[in-house]
C-alpha cells in the first residue's frame, strides 16, 4: 500500500512546469544530495527546475551541487511548485521563505517526524522510518519513470551514505541497501570515488581542529554522555570554517560505553548550534525540542541563544535528565 504513496507524488510532479526545491539552512549531505537529484530528475522530464541554496556548500559535499543549484532568490519571478526537501517547515529554509511563498502551489518530501506546522502543503510525503530522504527521492523518481543518470546515482548514493554514516546508523535498513544496491547498477557509478570525495578530502587544520575538539571533550553522567565545543577561537586557530567540524560528534559516539554526544558550536557571542546523536536508546529529539529545535530519535539539532558557555551548562543537564528518562523508559 504504501507504495501508492510514491506513485501519487510521482503522478503529481509530472503536473508542473517550474519548480523550486528548497533543501534546509547548514545544508548536510542528504538535504543537498536529494535536492540536487531530485532537480535532475525533473530537468529529465524537461521541467524547469532549480535547487535554491542560501548557505555555502560544505567542501566535501561542493560535487553534489552538480550544476542544479542557484543562489538568486529572482531566479523565477512566477513559478508553479516549490518542494521542501528534508525538512517540513517554513522555519528551516531561512531568509528563503519569502521565495518559498511565492509558489502556486507547495510540496514537501522529508523524513524528520517532528515539524512546526508552519507551512500548508498541497501534497507531499514525510516518512520518519526512512534512513535518508534521498531514499524517498529514489521510489519517486522510479514511479515517475526517470531515466537513472549518474548525477542522479551519484547524489542519491552520498545522501544515503551521509544521513547513516555510511550504513551504520539505526536508521539504516535493507531497503537502504536495496537502494544503494541498485545504485551500483546504474551506468559509469563508482561507490569508492563518492566515499573518497565524502570523507578523505580534509584540510589540515580541519585534522587539527578534530585533535583539539577531541582533547578538550568533557565526559560526565558515568561516561555516557561526552560534550564538547567548537568555539570562533578553535577555527581561527586552525584556519577552519564551522562546516569543517561537522564529521567530529562521530568521533565521539565512538568512544566505548558512550550513549549520547554532543558538540556545540559558537556561532558568535549570543548564539550556540547544538547538534546531538544518541548510540542506542536516548531519545536526543526530544532534548532538540525543548529548545525550539528538531531532528531524528538518534540525531537532533538545535539553535540555542546564549554564550557557548550557557549552551553547554545548560544542553548538560537537560542530557543528564534525558538519559535518565530514557533509562526509565528501557
Ligand atoms: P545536525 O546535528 O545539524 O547534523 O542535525 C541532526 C538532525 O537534526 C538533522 O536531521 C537536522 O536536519 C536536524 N536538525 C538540526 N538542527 C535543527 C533545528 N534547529 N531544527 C530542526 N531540526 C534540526
Ligand atoms: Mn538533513
Ligand atoms: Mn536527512
Same mark, same amino acid.
Do not use: W
Given at each position: 500500500?504504501t507504495?501508492?504513496?510514491?506513485?501519487?507524488i510521482?503522478?503529481?510532479?509530472h503536473?508542473y512546469?517550474?519548480i523550486?526545491?528548497?533543501?534546509?539552512?547548514n545544508?548536510?549531505?542528504?538535504?543537498?544530495?536529494?535536492?540536487?537529484?531530485?532537480?535532475h530528475?525533473?530537468r529529465?522530464?524537461?521541467k524547469?527546475?532549480?535547487v535554491?541554496?542560501?548557505?555555502?556548500t560544505p567542501?566535501n559535499?561542493?560535487?553534489?551541487?552538480s550544476?542544479?543549484?542557484?543562489?538568486?532568490?529572482?531566479?523565477?519571478?512566477?513559478y508553479?511548485?516549490a518542494?521542501?526537501v %528534508?525538512? /517540513? +517547515?517554513?522555519?528551516?529554509?531561512?531568509?528563503?521563505?519569502?521565495?518559498?511563498d511565492? $509558489?502556486?502551489?507547495r510540496a514537501? =518530501?522529508?523524513?524528520?517526524g517532528?515539524?512546526?506546522?508552519?507551512?500548508?502543503?498541497?501534497?507531499?510525503?514525510?516518512?520518519s522510518?526512512?534512513a535518508?530522504?534521498?531514499?524517498?527521492v529514489y521510489?519517486?523518481?522510479?514511479e515517475?519513470g526517470?531515466?537513472f543518470?549518474?548525477?542522479?546515482?551519484?547524489c542519491?548514493?552520498?545522501?544515503?551514505?551521509? %544521513?547513516? /554514516? +555510511?550504513f551504520?546508523?539505526s536508521?539504516t535498513t535493507a531497503?537502504?541497501?536495496?537502494? $544503494?544496491s541498485e545504485?551500483?547498477? =546504474?551506468?559509469?557509478?563508482?561507490?569508492?570515488?563518492i566515499?573518497?570525495?565524502?570523507?578523505?578530502r580534509?584540510s589540515?587544520?580541519?585534522?587539527?581542529?578534530?585533535?583539539?575538539?577531541?582533547?578538550?571533550?568533557?565526559v560526565?553522567?558515568?561516561?555516557?554522555?561526552?560534550?564538547?565545543?567548537?568555539?570562533?577561537?578553535h577555527l581561527?586557530e586552525?584556519g577552519t570554517?564551522?562546516?569543517?567540524s561537522?564529521?567530529?560528534?562521530?568521533?565521539?559516539?565512538?568512544?566505548d560505553?558512550?550513549?549520547?554526544?554532543? =558538540?556545540?558550536?559558537?556561532i558568535?557571542?549570543?548564539?550556540?548550534?547544538?547538534?546531538?546523536?544518541?548510540k542506542?536508546?536516548?531519545?536526543v529529539?526530544?532534548?532538540?525540542?525543548?529548545?525550539?529545535?528538531?531532528?531524528?530519535?538518534?540525531?537532533?539539532g538545535?539553535?540555542?541563544?546564549?554564550?557557548?558557555?550557557?549552551?553547554?551548562?545548560?544542553i548538560?543537564?537537560?542530557?543528564?535528565a534525558?538519559?535518565?528518562r530514557?533509562?526509565?523508559?528501557?
Amino acid at each position: 500500500m504504501t507504495d501508492n504513496i510514491y506513485k501519487k507524488i510521482a503522478l503529481k510532479l509530472h503536473n508542473y512546469s517550474k519548480i523550486l526545491i528548497f533543501p534546509h539552512v547548514n545544508m548536510d549531505g542528504d538535504c543537498l544530495g536529494s535536492s540536487a537529484a531530485l532537480c535532475h530528475v525533473l530537468r529529465g522530464f524537461g521541467k524547469e527546475a532549480y535547487v535554491l541554496a542560501d548557505d555555502v556548500t560544505p567542501h566535501n559535499l561542493d560535487f553534489l551541487e552538480s550544476g542544479v543549484v542557484t543562489r538568486d532568490y529572482d531566479v523565477f519571478d512566477e513559478y508553479d511548485l516549490a518542494v521542501l526537501v %528534508d525538512c /517540513g +517547515s517554513r522555519s528551516r529554509i531561512g531568509e528563503r521563505a519569502s521565495v518559498f511563498d511565492r $509558489a502556486r502551489e507547495r510540496a514537501v =518530501i522529508d523524513h524528520h517526524g517532528v515539524m512546526e506546522n508552519d507551512a500548508e502543503f498541497n501534497f507531499g510525503i514525510i516518512e520518519s522510518s526512512s534512513a535518508a530522504t534521498a531514499e524517498l527521492v529514489y521510489l519517486i523518481a522510479s514511479e515517475m519513470g526517470a531515466e537513472f543518470t549518474l548525477p542522479i546515482a551519484e547524489c542519491i548514493f552520498a545522501a544515503i551514505n551521509t %544521513d547513516t /554514516g +555510511s550504513f551504520q546508523h539505526s536508521n539504516t535498513t535493507a531497503r537502504t541497501h536495496k537502494i $544503494a544496491s541498485e545504485i551500483y547498477g =546504474i551506468p559509469g557509478f563508482d561507490g569508492n570515488r563518492i566515499v573518497q570525495l565524502i570523507y578523505n578530502r580534509k584540510s589540515l587544520g580541519a585534522i587539527q581542529l578534530e585533535g583539539r575538539i577531541v582533547s578538550e571533550m568533557e565526559v560526565c553522567c558515568g561516561g555516557k554522555v561526552v560534550l564538547s565545543a567548537v568555539t570562533q577561537a578553535h577555527l581561527a586557530e586552525t584556519g577552519t570554517l564551522m562546516n569543517e567540524s561537522d564529521g567530529i560528534i562521530q568521533k565521539l559516539m565512538s568512544i566505548d560505553g558512550v550513549e549520547i554526544g554532543c =558538540i556545540l558550536k559558537e556561532i558568535d557571542d549570543k548564539t550556540a548550534r547544538v547538534s546531538l546523536r544518541a548510540k542506542s536508546y536516548a531519545n536526543v529529539a526530544r532534548v532538540a525540542q525543548k529548545y525550539g529545535g528538531g531532528g531524528h530519535m538518534r540525531a537532533a539539532g538545535l539553535t540555542f541563544e546564549g554564550t557557548i558557555g550557557e549552551a553547554k551548562a545548560e544542553i548538560a543537564k537537560a542530557l543528564e535528565a534525558e538519559l535518565v528518562r530514557s533509562n526509565d523508559e528501557k
